[in-house]
């Protein structure tokens, strides 16, 4: 089992910064990609920004400029630097990490239990 726990949600006045953070552990041989989705009430879960093992980033159009992902491969984290916040970037942020389990690199898809940022105007 592999299990993904995220930190560093909360409360913030827009323009304001906040930074996630998103630990794996478990059976792990190695992480493929791992970053942060995000679900709004009423709406679909939506990818905001991702970063392979090898530190190659992918953003949503709507948070480029302002957020920023990192991985530390060696402590199995990654981390969403979120500045110049909105009223828009208000959801339930998820951590999630493509996680070869078997030496065979059989990959299993994982997600944390979720992170509240709500962002005030």
């Known amino acids: 089992q592999v299990q993904l726990v995220e930190s560093g949600g909360g409360l913030v006045q827009a323009g304001g910064s906040l930074r996630l953070s998103c630990v794996a552990s478990g059976r792990i041989f190695s992480i493929n990609t791992m970053g942060w989705y995000r679900q709004a009430p009423g709406k679909q879960r939506e990818l905001v920004a991702a970063a392979t093992s090898g530190g190659n980033t992918n953003y949503a159009d709507s948070v480029k400029g302002r957020f920023t992902v990192h991985r530390d491969n060696a402590k199995k984290m990654v981390y969403l630097q979120m500045n110049s916040l909105r009223p828009e970037d208000t959801a339930v942020y998820y951590c999630?990490?493509?996680?070869?389990?078997?030496?065979?690199?059989?990959?299993?898809?994982?997600w944390g239990q979720g992170t509240q940022v709500t962002v005030s105007s």
């Open positions: 999630d990490a493509r996680v070869v389990v078997s030496s065979s690199g059989y990959e299993l898809h994982y």
